[in-house]
């Protein structure tokens, strides 16, 4: 199965029901799969006039309590970024797929690249936390799908499945299971006021058409959600809350993969670069090389550095130019070393080999 | 019920100046809702932002205040997820017509079942007065000092044009059949389009000579011509002036609409 499918069959696995997409590679056969799909399961699939509008659909259907995905590559997510700020502020669940290519602007519609991965963490104006994973397998595309969506509902977020088109275009094996998880969204609670957050820092969700009467805003909004965008106190008490109900579940939700962790050289990955680094393990039995890694990039793992206490240097092959080596880099004191790649290619197990001093 | 059953009370005052023109079609609105005996909990209210959109905040129903120029996409997704529900855009020229131009043909081309109520004052009020699409040659505003020099959008012709299955332009002086007209459209399957002409008398009135508010409600009444009018001018190849407000119902027909319940 190709990874996009993979990613739309774990989306309908999830139990979603609305996509609102634009065509754009190299994501686009998630789209063509929810299209033929949805239907078919009375969910909706509509084609939008352009991004901003796809990310606006989703907003709207999940506030009726649709599970609601939308799935693009960089020049539509940089379009959507208004609009997930705004899922962001008013806590909206939805998912956003992400198939990465190479930019800035149009650049390589059908070549890999995880040049977005400060763009999803940073890219809509004002602060806030990020939930993203990366999958580099297309068994983790529908895992994660299915795990984006649940993660989704539990913090009332965007998730972001931040995948490259080398993982999006591959086809592999992979085992579907009969059941997968389903975590629901917590509704709102009779008599309580719609943004008052439990004790997770979560509100319950006031469904629209469930006669909570809610006022759903973008400004800064008290409990009532009502605008109050001049209160100083109030804006910092609602944000520091979006920050903190994902920053403080950081460990908790942390989703990374250790290998050899008593070794002293060790690569970090996440994406399709791990695949050539898995090569490199291989080759290597003879020698300990160790591997972290990270299913989920944002919010980020740092404790999981801890997991290689033996650690002389991390080697972090990423492609980009070291987006997620430098955060890494400002949690340890050990050697980083960024192996940047731009263009499309994946880092060659031989290259990494001679960076990890082990016979090609 | 009468429609002051539908304001959020606990919201009031609202945030509108002294004699504007918002308000009255609010209140339109919500008579026209109130005669179309619709259940609270199936309607929704959307709109993007500015003026016009600050209204769903003062409305008791589900209300989804979203960004700028975006309300009819997000109205399309609640829409679509849930064709039981009645949903009503609230948007104002600026809105609808600049950044929001492209959602706004469209929406019209998809003919959902919506209905689209554009608050026209011809200026943008919130930002403290710039030109908008609407804004007529000549007309001064913060951002055409000089006056306007790009001609304005007619917003009814375009949304026949773009496929909308119901359009009509009243004023805030036409209360009657502006709230006739809005129950019109809510009526008629597929998208609606009501374009409402108001005063907008702190940014727009100051600017362009309108000493006193009802200076600009008797301007809008005395500009007005009726589409049928209007039309037979046009037949006899009579002139009419510049500034002529065409009023009425502009168009009512059956074209395929999206976003029924199955």
Known sequence: ?360 | MSYEDWFRQDRLPHIYCAGCGNGTIINCTLEAIDEMDWKKEETVFVSGIGCSSRAPGYIVTDSLHTTHGRALPFATGIKMAKPGFHVVVFTGDGDLAAIGGNHFIHACRRNIDITVICMNNQIYGMTGGQGSPTTPVGALSTTTPFGSAEPAFDLCELAIAAGANYVARWTSYHVKELTKAVKVGMETPGLSFIEARVQCPTNYGRKNKFKQVLDQVEYLRSHSMLRQKYLQHEERGEPVPDATIVIGEFIKRGRPVMGLPR
């Not at chain 1, 972001?160 to 579907?176: K, P």
């Not at chain 1, 001049?230 to 520091?240: A, C, F, Y």
């Not at chain 1, 994406?271 to 990039?297: T, W």
């Open chain 1, 1 to 360: 199965m190709q990874g996009n499918i993979a990613c739309a069959e774990g989306a309908l696995a999830a139990g979603c029901n609305f996509f609102g997409g634009y065509p754009i590679t190299p994501s686009t056969e998630v789209a063509e799969h929810m299209a033929i799909k949805l239907p078919k399961k009375n969910g909706t699939f509509i084609q939008m006039e352009d991004e901003i509008a796809s990310m606006a659909s989703i907003i709207g259907a999940s506030w009726t309590g649709a599970r609601a995905m939308t799935a693009t590559s960089g020049p539509g997510f940089s379009l959507m970024m208004e609009n997930i700020g705004y899922a962001v502020m008013t806590e909206t669940p939805c998912v956003v797929v992400n198939i990465q290519r190479g930019g800035p602007s149009t650049g390589q519609p059908t070549m890999a690249a995880a040049g977005d991965m400060m763009q999803c963490r940073f890219g809509s104006h004002g602060d806030y936390s990020a939930i993203a994973l990366c999958p580099s397998s297309v068994q983790e595309m529908y895992e994660l799908t299915v795990k984006a969506f649940n993660l989704a509902d539990r913090f009332r977020v965007p998730v972001f499945l931040m995948a490259d088109e080398i993982i999006g275009h591959m086809r592999e094996r992979i085992i579907i299971p009969d059941k997968v998880e389903h975590i629901p969204r917590r509704p709102l609670a009779p008599g309580v006021l719609p943004f008052h957050p439990e004790d997770d820092l979560v509100p319950g969700f006031p469904e629209f058409g469930k006669g909570f009467g809610v006022h759903v805003t973008g400004l800064t909004h008290d409990e009532r959600g009502y605008p109050c965008a001049t209160n100083p106190k109030l804006h910092e008490q609602l944000v520091m809350r979006l920050y903190n109900k994902i920053e403080h579940a950081r460990k908790e939700i942390a989703d990374y993969v250790v290998t050899n962790p008593d070794a002293e050289t060790v690569f970090v990955t996440y994406g399709s670069p791990a695949r050539s680094v898995e090569q490199v393990i291989h080759d290597a039995a003879g020698e300990k090389i160790g591997h972290l890694r990270l299913k989920m990039v944002w919010p980020f793992p740092e404790h999981a550095i801890a997991e290689f206490p033996n650690a002389a240097r991390f080697i972090i092959p990423e492609l980009n130019l070291g987006q997620v080596a430098r955060e890494f880099d400002r949690h340890t004191r050990v050697p980083v070393i960024q192996v940047p790649k731009l263009g499309g290619d994946l880092h060659l197990p031989a290259e990494l080999k001679k960076l990890a001093g082990v016979a090609a």
